[in-house]
């Protein structure tokens, strides 16, 4: 189940070079979209991934301000004619059952990039990819970066490990390059060797997430919806993300206290926080497991700097905002346009400065905080959304601008200076009340 339609490539193999212009570790979104726009202005570039192509993931459920950076990349026709399912709402579930409207994006935006897609992220990667290939990047796959190469404190290129024709037949090669992106995805490779790295106090939240066939759908325009449902008390929410041939994405997110408590499963905690939610209980209802759990733990973080002299950061490798509105992959793409143009604006100047590279922080870290201050608000117990726009009905604009992703749109965060610095406070039951509840 959730099998890529892909095949590996003998395209993510391809010979390597001694040297390129730029060199980016990484090939999720991030790392894809800022190779493929820089090969695009002429620069050579190499892509060092870690992992076999196509790859897992999680975060299937795209945003509609996707569309822009897509269409920058040529690839929203490929969409198109793609099997994903269509994405035209979301709808929240509240207390557990309390079902709102669909929000429909059309009805607050009637361009075509209202309509998204639900993907599998093993092919849409690879679809990133293939288009990063055909614009001449090379990419090469089971790759392992191993350190950067400094001279004189500035980072001129990587040391990496790659594999041969079997597996006790690699090399280890220093690759040289002008510049090293960094877009290592939740590994975060450079900010954790520079100690860069700095975890959300607030949003330390873990997850617990599988696969299911057979679950429950709404007819219509509604079946692709992705759903976000809180359990009851807000101790917890189920994200609900349909995908193709009948499989749906179901994951759990709370406090990490609260998700992993001590000598309990992944299955347990699925099945306690599943009982507190009886909307999702009765779409699970005739669901079968495909898959066994899996779990990520406190992964909301930042990093303190951007750039270096010769390294900049990209996507998930800079930053990551709790996945609640969907924000990673709109965040990797929109990041990786604002480094590929940094990147080439410092190629041509002849300038690879860590201020040069990194003058887009200001601008992204503006969007980021209309992201972070929307989830603060989604997790505080005593906020209600309803209660703030029948105060304040001249803010919905703004709300729905940041649920679509118009997070860097002048203004969208005003309505914040008015709704106040709020900050959600810790789950209040323990994990064992927690338990004895279900």
């Known amino acids: 189940m959730i099998q890529s339609q892909y095949t590996p ?3 993510f193999q391809r010979d390597v070079a001694e040297s390129y212009d730029v060199i980016v570790i990484g090939g999720g979104p991030a790392g894809a979209t ?4 820089l090969a695009e202005h002429g620069h050579s570039v190499l892509i060092l991934e870690r992992s076999t192509i196509p790859r897992f993931h999680i975060g299937e459920s795209l945003i509609p301000e996707t569309y822009w950076p897509l269409k920058r990349l040529g690839l929203i026709d490929r969409l198109k004619e793609s099997a994903f399912p269509k994405k035209f709402s979301v709808q929240f579930v509240s207390d557990g059952w309390k079902e709102s409207a669909p929000f429909y994006f059309d009805e607050h935006n009637a361009h075509e990039s209202s309509q998204t897609w639900q993907v599998e992220r093993a092919d849409f990667d690879r679809m990133l990819l293939d288009n990063a290939i055909s614009k001449g990047v090379t990419v090469r796959s089971c790759a392992q970066v191993l350190d950067l190469i400094f001279e004189d404190e500035q980072v001129v290129g990587v040391r990496v490990k790659l594999p041969g024709d079997s597996d006790e037949d690699t090399e280890t090669r220093e690759i040289r390059s002008r510049v090293v992106c960094d877009a290592s995805g939740l590994s975060t490779f450079l900010a954790n060797r520079l100690g860069l790295k700095n975890s959300d106090p607030i949003l330390r939240k873990g997850t617990v997430w599988s696969y299911f066939k057979g679950a429950q759908r709404d007819p219509g325009k509604d079946e692709g919806a992705t759903l976000i449902m809180q359990t009851e008390g807000k101790h917890s929410w189920f994200w609900y993300i349909p995908l193709r041939d009948d499989v749906v994405s179901v994951g759990c997110t709370g406090d990490m206290h609260y998700m992993f408590p001590k000598g309990a499963s992944a299955e347990e905690t699925f099945a306690r926080e599943l009982e507190r939610c009886p909307a999702m209980s009765k779409r699970l209802g005739k669901a079968t497991r495909c898959l066994d759990f899996f779990t990520t733990k406190d992964y909301s973080y930042r990093s303190r700097q951007a750039a270096g002299d010769g390294w900049v950061l990209v996507g998930d490798a800079y930053g990551f905002i709790d996945p609640v509105y969907s924000s990673g992959v709109l965040l990797a793409l929109r990041g990786g346009e604002f480094v590929a ?5 410092a190629l041509q100047a002849n300038d690879v400065s860590g201020a040069r590279l990194g003058h887009w922080k200001a601008e992204f870290d503006a969007g980021l905080e209309n992201f972070r201050r929307l989830v603060y608000a989604f997790y505080a117990p005593d906020f209600s959304f309803g209660d703030f726009l029948r105060e304040h009905p001249q803010f919905k604009s703004n ?10 749109k002048p203004g969208v965060g005003d309505m914040f200076d008015v709704m106040g610095d709020i900050r959600p406070s810790p789950v209040e039951p323990t994990a064992s009340e927690g338990m004895a509840k279900a």
């Open 9 to 11: 490539s003998k395209d």
């Open 34 to 37: 800022t190779a493929t726009l």
């Open 399 to 408: 709300l729905v601008d940041v649920l679509i992703g118009a997070v860097f």
């Open 341 to 345: 143009d940094a990147v080439h604006d």
